[in-house]
């Protein structure tokens, strides 16, 4: 073929393509090599080919080196390279050998790949799937993602439900990321957590003298977040005595620190989030209705995880991404059989649990995929058995097979009683039990008298 | 003067950024007064150059480096020159005479015939136009 040729079939290439002699030396270079590398193909010609390339794998692990040395190809390695204007481009290479027509060795060929589009595109892909660390791109999840933004941008109270695991804090850090009090303190309270008299030291402080050992002031939850976000977590936990107080400090936005005679101004954006019913804690009179109604301005739902399966592979995905950066480890992902068991669990844990599966899965996992064998007993357990208590995987006919062999053995092969109780024909169940080559129970025999 | 240079098989390393040893050279007109080579590790670019900066390097002579380690190294007031190839000893003692602006120490792509309007505003040549045309290049 003659040269202008091969330069016209490799210039007709969208990958960047070179090739080296046995010295290292650039012999061809096509257009896609220019416009990525920003060389020009004559510059390009007869140089060495690390000072073309520039990659970061040219002075420790040279893939065309490797090539040549061991024949094999090197498939889709991804580097990255310094181009002409200093950019640093990710890309992924692919080396083989050249030979003459003789079959002798006379270089390699190394054709490379513009990453950046591809890297463009995940990053759209995932900004669409997550907002501020939340996951998801169920129809729930999008809807939240869209309410965020208008609700931060208030300063209104925010009432967040859900059931426990659901991120109802995940979401009040991203409305106070999103609002303009984010260059202020995010400072989150487990009101259910605390008795009454250390709540409220813990949210309004004290003064020093306000009681033995308090020997000098200190600023509670409200002081701290001044300016910022309050998140008063599991609200509906609080006691009636306390809902008062809180209540107070909602409508006049000002509150007295323990011991303390000067009321202070509360300037906090205030989430209260819970996962109870605070409607039925209201009609059963155990929860303030004026409270209720006071922090219930704006409402986000948050859904648990069994109405939004469908992010199950997302959220597993983003959970093995982190948990292979913060332990420094190299799971490839979940196997089939493993998300097929996330996705039929009911997770009444929700994303928490999701997290901690994984996490003790990562514990047992060394690399590769995630198998049932690694996850938590409770998760395991059910390894042969579906959610009907059969084994998964199974045929109809087996499942048949099964079924009538449970029922022969039940009434010691009596064929009558175990059609009744399976609602068939005693000839139906004798042409089965021989077309399913269903064996015959021994128990009766084997206890009682033989039969002739 | 204090000058650093990464070194790979006794040449430039072709990328800074990846690069794994460095070469400090402390000159005295024109001759080199101390030698020392580290190793350098993976770091983020601060951190790499404030490690270099730490070193006492004044001026960097180096092959490719990406925009922002360019950008770490000459905020801790090191001058970098970069987009130079060729033997680590030949071009020090280029840089000590003045004479790096010649055309065989520049990597393919940054360097230009002197007066062609399509030289990257990146290369040293465009923003250290040499004094005089070598001869050679014609």
């Known amino acids: ?11 007709s290439v969208p990958d960047g393509v070179f090739t080296v002699d046995t010295e290292w030396r650039v012999t061809s270079f096509n257009r896609a090599a220019e416009h990525i590398t920003g060389i020009r193909r004559q510059d390009a010609l007869g140089r060495r080919c690390c000072e073309v390339f520039r990659a970061s794998i040219c002075e420790s692990a040279c893939a065309l080196k490797q090539t040549l ?25 692919s080396t083989a050998v050249l030979r003459d027509a003789r079959g002798r060795l006379v270089g390699g060929v190394e054709s490379f790949r513009d990453l950046r589009l591809v890297e463009d595109l995940q990053r759209q892909a995932q900004a669409q799937e997550s907002f501020s660390n939340i ?95 309050l998140l008063l977590d599991e609200i509906g936990d609080i006691s009636p005595a306390m809902q008062m107080r809180l209540l107070r400090v909602l409508q006049e936005r000002v509150y007295e620190p323990l011991g303390g005679v000067e009321p202070v101004q509360a300037d906090a954006r205030i989430v209260a989030a819970t996962n109870k019913d605070l409607r039925q804690l209201v009609r059963e009179g155990r929860f303030r209705e004026d409270l209720f109604y006071r922090i219930h301005v704006v409402r986000l739902e948050l859904p648990p995880l069994r109405d939004r399966r469908e992010d199950i592979p997302l959220l597993v995905e983003h959970f093995v991404t982190r948990f292979n950066r913060l332990q420094g480890k190299d799971v490839a992902g979940v196997s089939d059989a493993v998300l097929a068991r996330l996705m039929e669990h009911d997770f009444p844990g929700n994303v928490r649990e ?10 047992l996992c060394r690399g590769g995929l995630i ?39 039940r009434h010691e092969g009596n064929h009558a009683a175990a059609a009744r109780e399976l609602g068939v024909n005693a000839s139906t169940l004798f042409r089965k039990v021989k077309r399913l080559g269903v064996a015959r129970p021994t128990a009766r025999r084997a206890e009682g008298r033989p039969r002739r | 003067v204090t000058v650093a240079i990464p070194i790979w098989q006794e040449r430039i390393s072709p990328v800074l950024d990846a690069a794994a040893r460095l070469l400090v050279v402390r000159q005295r007109r024109g001759a080199a007064v101390e030698r020392r080579e ?14 270099v900066a730490e070193l006492g390097v004044e001026a960097l002579l180096c092959g490719a480096v990406s925009e922002g380690l360019r950008r770490a190294l000459e905020s801790e007031g090191i001058r970098v020159v970069s987009d130079l190839c060729g033997e ?15 055309e065989d120490f520049a990597m393919p792509g940054c360097w230009r015939r002197y007066g062609q309007p399509e030289v990257s505003s990146r290369c040293r040549t465009a923003r250290r136009p040499p004094k005089r045309r070598p001869a050679k290049a014609r």
């Open chain 2, 88 to 102: 680590v000893e030949t071009v020090l003692r280029a840089f000590a005479r003045g004479r790096l602006h010649r």
């Open chain 1, 69 to 93: 040395a061991t024949r094999r190809p090197v498939v889709n390695k991804v580097v990255y390279i310094v181009n002409a204007a200093g950019q640093r481009i990710p890309i992924s290479i």
């Open chain 1, 135 to 229: 996951i998801g791109r169920s129809a729930a999840m999008r809807k939240l993602f869209e309410m965020l933004p208008v609700v931060a941008g208030s300063d209104s109270t925010v009432l967040l439900t859900g059931a426990s695991g659901t991120g109802k804090e995940l979401v009040a850090r991203a409305l106070h990321e999103l609002s303009p009090r984010r260059a202020k303190r995010f400072v989150a309270v487990n009101c259910g957590a605390l008795p009454d008299t250390l709540l409220e030291s813990e949210l309004f402080g004290y003064a020093a003298g306000a009681f033995t050992d308090a020997r000098k002031d200190k600023p509670g939850r409200f002081a701290l977040a001044q300016g910022g976000t």
């Open chain 1, 371 to 409: 198998e049932l064998a690694h996850l938590p007993a409770h998760l395991r357990s059910g390894e042969a058995a579906g959610p009907s208590g059969l084994p998964a995987g199974l045929t109809l006919a087996a499942m048949e097979k099964l079924l009538i062999c449970d029922a022969l053995r």
């Open chain 2, 38 to 51: 580290v190793t350098l590790g993976v770091l983020t670019p601060q951190t790499l150059a404030r490690s």
């Open chain 1, 354 to 363: 999701l997290e901690n599966v994984l996490e003790h899965a990562f514990v």
């Open chain 1, 1 to 11: 073929m003659p040269q202008d040729l091969d330069d016209q079939l490799l210039d």
